[in-house]
């Protein structure tokens, strides 16, 4: 079976797919990846075949690429890049391209990153199955927000291609939804897709230059705290200096990892207990710290969950609220909010979640819920399913 996925081109949501592009390789199909032209170098360094299609943009230098977004306040920032970037902007000329490419390449079925949707309107103007997968903090919230907010801007794009409206978002979810969170980090939802399923999320964040440094098998019995903004918001870096400064003089071991485009220098003087990394695996990582703080990007959140760590949050933009808010719904969290924000507010917070047990606790209620799920794997199997009988899932009770 001849399988396409799609990709926002962020390192993040790569990490989140690859794992389901490997296990359907691993069963002998043959599996291509859709994404930026810019994007190419990681996804054929993890060893896939790539498709360069679409708007040629990373998200890293998501800025760079949409100018416009700079004027938008952060708690704006998440809906603009939703609706106006991934939809309006990334979504035609996506789902033009591979219908030129269903013409020398004919695929069977397109797998999407729930924020990529030219897979999904290309899947549907081909006739042929497509499968979500969640890697967003947006499937967290209940389908009456996602309707109120994708179904019109959807619908609008759906037309220029001579598709009917999904103002509903059935066709968005028509075949198979795969969400990479536990049902428990999910709100209430009745109007969840029957298709919906849950799978363990497996990260593929390690490359040839991503091994730890020595000093992890040397950190004596002091806690051990990361923080990171990720790779596309870390260029806050005065929120980075109140986050390392907070933490100075603590009795304990802090890794930033900063991001490969950041500077070390100007964080100032650090102190020999702070260790900046352009870039750490975080599924490594997670075993050797006890505490993160994070900015709440789903994929970091679920690495830190994936190993019973607890989490304090200072969302930027995007699903970072919504992860955050997530966290602490089920004690396993704290969340600053990025205004006005102190060191004695961060030095408060982190002591919080170190010394309290009940954060660890939430934290590996929820560690054991992941652990439960089938994985990749079991993912790969419904894939399969669904692109053989070219029909949606059968619902299971």
Not at 133 to 157: F, K, N, Y
Not at 170 to 181: E, I, Q, T
Not at 208 to 216: I, M, N, T, W
Not at 328 to 339: F, K, Q, V, Y
Request: charged share 25%; net charge negative.
């Amino acid at each position: 079976m001849r399988c396409l996925f799609t990709v926002q081109p962020a390192l993040a949501h790569f990490h989140l797919v690859a794992p389901q592009a490997r296990a359907l390789c691993d069963r002998g199909h043959d599996v291509r990846i859709a994404t930026a032209a810019t994007f190419a170098p990681v996804v054929e360094g993890a060893g896939f075949r790539c498709c360069p299609a679409g708007l040629d943009w990373s998200a890293d230098a998501y800025e760079e690429a949409f100018p416009e977004i700079r004027s938008v306040p952060n708690e704006d920032r998440g809906r603009v890049l939703l609706e106006d970037i991934f939809v309006r902007q990334c979504t035609p000329p996506m789902a033009r391209d591979l219908v030129d490419l269903a013409e020398e390449w004919p695929f069977d079925v397109v797998i999407h990153d729930l924020l990529e949707f030219g897979g999904y309107v290309a899947a549907e103007a081909l006739g042929i199955p497509h499968v979500t997968l969640g890697i967003s903090g947006i499937v967290t919230v209940p389908m009456v927000w996602l309707r109120a907010s994708l179904g019109p801007v959807l619908s609008d794009v759906r037309r220029t291609f001579a598709l009917p409206p999904d103002e509903d978002l059935s066709r968005l979810f028509a075949f198979l939804r795969l969400d990479f969170v536990p049902p428990s980090y999910r709100m209430p939802d009745p109007l969840l897709p029957a298709v919906t399923r849950s799978v363990r999320p497996v990260v593929h964040d390690e490359t040839v230059d991503s091994g730890l440094p020595a000093y992890f098998e040397h950190l004596d019995g002091a806690p051990t705290l990361l923080i990171s903004l990720g790779s596309v918001f870390n260029r806050d870096i005065d929120l980075f200096r109140v986050l390392v400064e907070g933490l100075r003089d603590e009795s304990m071991h802090v890794i930033v990892a900063a991001g490969r485009d950041l500077d070390p220098s100007l964080l100032g003087d650090l102190p020999p207990s702070v260790h900046v990394e352009p870039y750490l695996p975080f599924s490594r990582v997670a075993t050797y710290v006890d505490a993160a703080i994070l900015h709440g990007g789903l994929t970091s959140t679920l690495t830190m969950l994936g190993s019973g760590v607890p989490v304090v949050f200072v969302p930027l933009a995007a699903d970072h609220p919504v992860n955050a808010q997530r966290f602490s719904d089920l004690h396993a969290g704290l969340t600053l909010r990025r205004a006005d924000l102190k060191r004695a507010d961060v030095r408060r917070a982190v002591r919080a979640v170190l010394d309290d047990p009940r954060y660890r606790q939430g934290a590996r209620r929820i560690q054991r819920e992941m652990e439960a799920l089938d994985g990749p794997e079991a993912a790969a199997c419904l894939i399969e399913e669904v692109g053989r009988r070219k029909k949606p899932l059968e619902h299971q009770p």
